[in-house]
């Protein structure tokens, strides 16, 4: 499968000079729970709402002051979009990280992926398989049964 299907909604990009109050709106009005960081149209780093917590609310920062890029996981990790869902995943478990943009030829983000839409894609494969093996097993339910 190619990581091009998760690259379908827009991603959510802040810069480095953007406040944490800033980063926590767009977070909230997006529904999301990392932000990629992007400085001259590059990847430059990560932002998750568990660093605001843990480097902003737990070290009783100010987020009116506190800049993205003081708090943000600088160059992380990343995978092209050329590259296979077991390529990614072995990725995610050497690097122990759970979410990790998606770049094309031109190292522009295109997309990020999280460890629960691996999960959910494996469900639909998995629910798939059931299906496909259970069928000749069980056949199909008759009209009068059903």
Same mark, same amino acid.
């Given at each position: 499968?190619? /990581?091009?299907?998760f690259c379908?909604?827009?991603?959510?990009?802040?810069?480095?000079?953007?406040?944490?109050?800033?980063?926590?709106?767009? /977070?909230?009005?997006?529904?999301?729970?990392?932000?990629?960081?992007?400085?001259?149209?590059? /990847?430059?780093?990560?932002?998750?709402?568990?660093?605001?917590?843990?480097?902003?609310?737990?070290?009783?920062?100010d987020p009116?002051?506190?800049?993205?890029?003081?708090?943000?996981?600088?160059?992380? +990790?990343?995978?092209?979009?050329?590259?296979?869902?077991?390529?990614?995943?072995?990725?995610?478990?050497?690097?122990?990280?759970?979410? +990790?943009? +998606?770049?094309?030829?031109?190292?522009?983000?295109?997309?990020?992926?999280?460890?629960?839409?691996?999960?959910?894609?494996?469900?639909?494969?998995?629910?798939?398989?059931?299906?496909?093996?259970?069928?000749?097993?069980?056949?199909?339910?008759?009209?009068?049964?059903?």
């Amino acid at each position: 499968m190619s /990581l091009r299907e998760f690259c379908k909604h827009p991603v959510v990009k802040i810069s480095p000079d953007q406040n944490i109050l800033e980063a926590c709106a767009l /977070l909230r009005k997006n529904h999301i729970g990392c932000i990629v960081v992007e400085e001259d149209a590059q /990847l430059c780093g990560i932002l998750t709402d568990r660093d605001i917590a843990l480097k902003v609310t737990g070290e009783s920062r100010d987020p009116k002051v506190t800049k993205v890029r003081e708090i943000m996981t600088p160059r992380p +990790v990343r995978v092209s979009v050329n590259n296979s869902l077991p390529e990614l995943t072995a990725l995610m478990h050497a690097f122990h990280v759970r979410r +990790v943009p +998606v770049v094309n030829a031109s190292h522009k983000t295109v997309g990020i992926i999280t460890l629960d839409d691996v999960i959910a894609l494996l469900g639909v494969e998995l629910a798939d398989i059931g299906k496909s093996i259970s069928q000749p097993l069980f056949g199909k339910p008759s009209e009068s049964t059903a």
